[in-house]
């Protein structure tokens, strides 16, 4: 009965807190005056979110796919990435300052050369997603696998295990808690990253990714367009942490203390 | 409304009795964060009024232009440049624009005293409720178009919109959906205009936006063959309009004619000797050439000057407005075109409100 309670407050307590925002919002909007096409009311947002349904799911579905391939993309490449750095001390010292920089590359900058590198549609919006993704999993992968146990490490060595037994049943497990919050932070990224791929690589139309829409919504003054298309994208995003949130906390809950305060985290 | 006390109920319900205070000074944010938004918001849109000014002094005036730099501006550089604008008691701060700069609204809404925009961004945003009005119109005749290569079999709109070509464009261009009722459009693949020439110059079959005065320009400097399709035949709207607020219009009508009179002067100026101007616009946009430049005000003069003669450059008539809400409407751009007539300052308007002597610096002559 406790635990239904609890569980409850965790899903209400930040619908309520949503719901306060919204509210607040749409009173300020109203009192102030404010003209639309500069801030519309989540009522109206609402409204054309329903009226554009199917433009709008149609490119939250393409945003999505960008957004989760390029996601798994950094998430594989980080990780075997960050692995060796880890495990070479003298990538370590000559890659990890170049990763450093990697994180640094403005992507508004780099998207225009990913499209004369690979052309127009999904491909550019996986790229822009992957690059900007990257970072934050090699990152986490390199600082879990260099702060494993000492102890540990040398009880493997004392027992004469190979390099990729203690990777496989050492290091790599034992980084799972940091890598999960490396890809959380990838998540929210790669939706970013995949929307700036589409704003220059984005195919029009009726399926036009949520980049185009946001372009083509603030072409044509429709403010509230925009805030639809955005509202989606966050969704889009939140979905994806979400998803890696479950899988992070499928991987850890038995063993980690991560895993198993996840629920009280986020009361 | 719901009381204090209710709302602070349910918080302590969810976040436990100890945390009352908090939700009392979470509440008490709120109610700051809304009487912050609506103490802004009163006037909104603002005037943008030119600060207060000491007797003689100049009128500051932002004027926010919606790309870089180039002679599609050139008469607003030439007032600058000759002191017209100061002539006319205006000191004109001319700030750079680019591909995301949201002029129309800038304007609308007040922040800048005037921008250029688009003739279809003009109805546009007023369809959608901003006060925004037309003081002067560049370009009499659309000098939008599409770049292709020379070696590029498509010969016409219509062979174009029955490719299957990918084709550069700003997304939500209403001449897309002109386009696309009167030819179909289907296999085209629209791509985001970049505002560059890298990708173009590396695709053959590549196809872009342009304007007629400048990448084709660029393309022929740099040895690449190119031809251009235009769009004016289809689609014909005022392009380059310096725009205001109705509010700005309304409060300083005779800053607004002022600045018109300086820029038509500064037009007439800058086509007559273009070259004596563009040193300076060259140097503010180090990625056009100062040759290009001088070719470009030579292919933009016969968009600019109307067929009555130079003195009318920048004017506008409702019977264009109209055929332009028309088109807007007609394509679902926007859905309903209200009265045009509010939505230009008409020369005849302007001439009534005129002073009898403009100021000796603001004469020019007719190229």
């Known amino acids: 009965m406790m635990g239904a309670i609890k569980s409850i407050r965790v899903v209400v307590a930040p619908l309520l807190a949503v719901a306060f925002m919204l509210i607040a919002w749409q009173v300020a909007v109203m009192m102030s005056g404010v003209s639309a096409y500069l801030l519309p009311t989540p009522w109206a947002i609402g409204q054309t979110m329903w009226a554009n ?91 879990g696998q260099v702060s494993v146990d000492p102890g ?38 790669a939706v970013i990253g995949a929307i700036v791929g589409e704003f220059v690589s984005g195919y029009g139309g009726p399926n036009a990714p949520l980049g185009i829409v946001i372009m083509t919504a ?32 499928f991987l850890v809950h038995r063993w980690h203390a991560s895993g198993v305060t996840f629920m009280e985290q986020i009361k | 409304m719901v009381p204090r006390s209710s709302l602070a109920c349910i918080w302590s319900y969810f976040y436990g009795a100890d945390q009352v205070k908090r939700f009392q000074l979470t509440f008490i944010s709120l109610v700051a964060v809304i009487g912050v938004v609506v103490g802004c918001d009163r006037s909104s849109p603002t005037a943008a009024e030119p600060s207060a000014k000491q007797p003689g002094a100049l009128t500051p005036i932002t004027l926010q232009l919606n790309w870089v730099p180039e002679p599609e501006f050139g008469g607003m550089f030439a007032a600058l ?18 591909a995301q700069v949201p002029c129309a609204q800038l304007a609308a809404s007040g922040q800048v005293q005037f921008a250029v925009v688009s003739g279809e961004e003009v109805l546009t945003l007023r369809a959608r409720g901003g006060a925004i009005v037309a003081v002067f119109a560049t370009f009499q005749r659309n000098p939008t178009g599409f770049l292709l290569h020379k070696a590029n079999p498509i010969d016409s709109l219509e062979a174009l919109w029955r490719s299957s070509s990918t084709v550069g464009l700003d997304p939500g261009l209403p001449f897309v959906a002109i386009l696309n009722e009167r030819y179909g459009g289907t296999n085209l693949k629209l791509v985001p205009y970049s505002g560059a020439l890298a990708t173009f110059m590396v695709t053959p079959d590549y196809v872009q936006q342009c304007f007629i005065t400048a990448e084709p320009v660029e393309c022929k400097l740099r040895g690449i063959e190119t031809k251009v399709l235009s769009v004016a035949d289809v689609f014909n709207p005022y392009s380059a309009v310096i725009s205001t607020s109705e509010l700005f219009l309304k409060e300083n009508r ?24 563009n040193p300076a616009i060259a140097a503010l946009n180090p990625s056009m050439t100062l040759e290009a430049m001088n070719i470009a005000a030579e292919l933009e003069r016969p968009l600019i000057t109307p067929a009555s003669g130079a003195a009318d450059i920048g004017q506008m008539t409702a019977d264009r407005w109209r055929s332009l809400g028309k088109q807007l409407v007609d394509t679902k751009v926007i859905p309903a075109c209200g009265e045009v007539d509010d939505a230009f300052l008409s020369r005849g308007q302007e001439a009534a409100h005129a002073p009898a002597h403009a100021p000796d610096g603001a004469a020019g002559k007719a190229p």
């Open chain 1, 218 to 249: 603030m072409r044509e003054a429709r403010t509230d367009l925009v805030f639809a298309a955005v509202a989606l994208s966050a969704a889009v995003g939140f979905a994806l942490f979400g998803a890696v949130s479950c899988i992070g906390w």
């Open chain 2, 81 to 98: 440049q000759d002191g017209l604008y100061a002539a006319e008691g205006l000191a004109v701060d001319i700030r750079k624009g680019g």
């Open chain 1, 152 to 189: 540990l490490r040398e009880f493997f060595m004392l027992h004469g295990a190979s390099g990729w037994t203690r990777w496989r049943k050492l290091d790599l497990p034992a980084s799972i808690p940091i890598i999960v919050t490396g890809l959380r932070i990838a998540a929210g990224l």
């Open chain 2, 254 to 277: 005779a800053v607004a004619e002022a600045f018109v009179r300086a820029t038509t002067q500064g037009w007439i100026r800058y086509l007559a000797t273009p070259e004596k101007y």
């Open chain 1, 53 to 143: 349904s199917d433009r709008l799911i149609g490119g939250a579905i393409q945003t999505a796919m960008a957004a989760t391939l390029g996601f798994a993309v950094a998430a594989v490449m980080g990780i075997l990435v960050g692995s060796m750095i880890a495990a070479v001390p003298f990538l370590r010292r000559s890659l990890y300052p170049l990763a450093t920089i990697l994180q640094m590359v403005p992507l508004i900058a780099v998207a225009p050369l990913l499209v004369i590198w690979l052309g127009f549609g999904l491909q550019t919006a996986i790229a822009a997603a992957a690059v900007v993704a990257l970072f934050p999993v090699l990152a986490a992968t390199i600082d």
